[in-house]
């Protein structure tokens, strides 16, 4: 990195959390703390709710994981829109009409306190751990790449995201979060339009995409019901809604972007403004990693993209066996390269002259020299594994920082290392203004602090947050790294995220259920779920309907056993 990369990278997080910190300093009471006085705009809204989500991890895996498995993973984001529907119509103004600052307090009201804070403390590990790991994934893709040190990464993004989250609470979090999406929306389009002005003369976009065709990266689309494959057309409209409506339904990171509407309206407009715009975006980001998998078909690539990983065997016993590989590869590499410049040519709308016959031939050569890259690339995580068990020798959230560091012009890299890390704060500000909130007003307020001034609450709501933001950099000190991070924290919500739905959906519709049932039923579903996914019974999407469909069953079982009257009917 140059000092002019220094300088933009320091600069923009810097005015993000001064500007946050001025903005926003001096919150009265705790509707203003936690509900942000009210006063945010449908569009305010829409691009907080889309920040809150699109974390660092968003920017640094989703390209890495359609650069190795093409733009399949978009199906998991197709059950948002129909969720975001659903929660209008239902969830924004039964939350408005009873004036609620968290989602859990209507879960007292319709079932009783236990119900409300065990649905409290599912949400607390979950989004706990979550961010942890919103913190973790720049942190140690930054210090792999950079050498810088892990555990101070970890520390300085905390402190960053503490500052302002702690004295402005949800407005602060809202009004930097529109700065962040500016920053994140610029940089990632330079970063596109970059990589598409490297590719070779000739290789248009439209080109491009042919290649990737070719290599099986624009399979869009699978309509199969095989439990084996993880992302499909089904997985994502059914389970994918359970998910999107759990986590924007009931997860209070994001609960209490909506509820800080001027009314219900706002919030409504800003949830159809995610909805329509999240699908497109995350396609968008999809194909810049699979243009970068375009980019790396004429320009050499390490055999790992993990810089650590390299090192660790480069400098073992296995150097020798690993440098003959390297060698290999480069070989395939030339081959591939002159075959996807003849299909290329083959693509192109004013060759007319050129047979299908050649053009199929090319394609099945391709598709040979990518299954040797890929056995090259596999051989050498096995040989990165034997030189030292403990690296990460899978190298997806390495890909697009190893393309930002390698390929970009100065000041570019400090615009995308911006983005990243502001990602990265975004998303741990929601998460820490969501945990303080659903502390404080769920947990002491109800069950400690019963009678205390406004001034209290507001700062035990800070001292809460402070609190979490220190949990969640021990938990990404201590975090490791999974098959893809994108993946690890839909996962955790998977796991949590079915349960919570089930019980909320119970409140809602089926009012013959009542407290014991739920209370019972949401403890019996959560042990079932995590014994479900550490087995593996089914992808984790699956997870989402399993637990929603579980709760609900054996609370509507349970109830006839236990009788008592329902203490309100809503």
Not at 275 to 283: A, E
Not at 287 to 312: D, H, I, R
Request: charged letters at 15%; proline letters at 2%.
């Amino acid at each position: 990195m140059q000092i002019v990369d220094w300088i933009v990278l320091i600069g923009t997080l810097l005015f993000i959390v001064l500007y946050g910190t001025w903005k926003t300093k001096g919150s009265k009471n705790v509707q203003e703390y936690i509900r942000g006085g009210n006063q945010a705009s449908s569009w305010t809204i829409g691009l907080s709710v889309m920040a809150t989500q699109a974390s660092a991890i968003t920017f640094l895996s989703t390209p890495g994981q359609a650069f190795h498995s093409g733009m399949g993973f978009v199906q998991f984001y197709f059950g948002l829109p129909i969720a975001m529907i659903i929660i209008c119509m239902v969830f924004i103004p039964l939350y408005r009409n009873l004036n609620v600052y968290t989602a859990y307090e209507y879960l007292e009201t319709r079932f009783d306190l236990k119900t409300r804070s065990l649905t409290a403390i599912l949400f607390l590990i979950q989004r706990g751990l979550a961010a942890g790991i919103t913190i973790f994934a720049p942190a140690i893709i930054l210090s792999a790449v950079l050498g810088w040190n892990l555990t101070v990464l970890n520390i300085i993004i905390g402190i960053l995201v503490i500052v302002y989250t702690v004295s402005g609470g949800t407005k602060a979090v809202s009004v930097t979060q529109k700065q962040q999406m500016a920053i994140i929306f610029t940089g990632m389009f330079i970063a596109f339009f970059l990589i598409i002005s490297y590719l070779p003369e000739g290789i248009t976009f439209s080109k491009a995409l042919e290649i990737a065709g070719a290599s099986g990266k624009m399979e869009i689309l699978d309509f199969s019901f095989n439990l084996d494959n993880r992302y499909t057309f089904w997985s994502g409209i059914i389970g994918g809604t359970f998910l999107a409506l759990s986590y924007f339904g009931t997860d209070q990171s994001q609960v209490q972007r909506y509820l800080s509407g001027k009314s219900i309206k706002e919030s409504q407009l800003g949830l159809i403004f995610n909805g329509l715009l999240k699908v497109p975006m995350q396609f968008f980001i999809l194909l810049v990693g699979v243009m970068v998998f375009v980019f790396y078909q004429f320009n050499p690539s390490p055999l790992n993209f993990n810089p650590k990983a390299n090192e660790t065997v480069l400098n073992s016993e296995y150097a020798t066996e690993y440098k003959k590989l390297e060698a290999e590869n480069q070989k395939v590499f030339q081959e591939k390269k002159e075959a996807l410049t003849q299909f290329a040519q083959y693509a192109a709308d004013h060759q007319i002259t050129l047979g299908l016959e050649e053009k199929i031939a090319t394609k099945k050569t391709i598709i040979t020299l990518n299954e040797l890259d890929q056995n090259n690339r596999e051989t050498a995580k096995e040989l990165i594994a034997k030189a030292n068990p403990n690296v990460e020798t899978n190298d997806k959230d390495y890909v697009f920082i190893h393309f930002i560091l390698n390929n970009l012009p100065r000041g570019l890299i400090g615009l995308l290392l911006a983005v990243i890390l502001s990602a990265a704060m975004s998303s741990t500000a929601s998460e820490l203004n969501a945990l303080a909130s659903t502390t404080v007003i769920d947990l002491y307020k109800r069950n400690v602090g019963t009678e205390k001034t406004e001034k209290h609450y507001v700062n035990t709501s800070k001292l809460f947050t402070l609190i979490w933001g220190v949990l969640a950099i021990f938990v990404a000190c201590f975090a490791d790294l999974f098959d893809n991070l994108i993946q690890l924290v839909n996962i955790i919500g998977s796991i949590f995220y079915g349960n919570v739905l089930g019980i909320f959906l119970l409140a809602f519709f089926i009012k013959f259920v009542r407290s014991n049932a739920t209370f019972t039923a949401a403890i019996i579903t959560q042990a079932i779920v995590i014994m479900g996914w550490y087995y593996d019974w089914m992808p984790y999407l699956w997870l989402n309907l399993f637990g929603c469909a579980l709760v609900m069953t054996i609370a509507m079982i349970l109830q006839p056993m236990m009788g008592s009257k329902p203490k309100l009917e809503i």
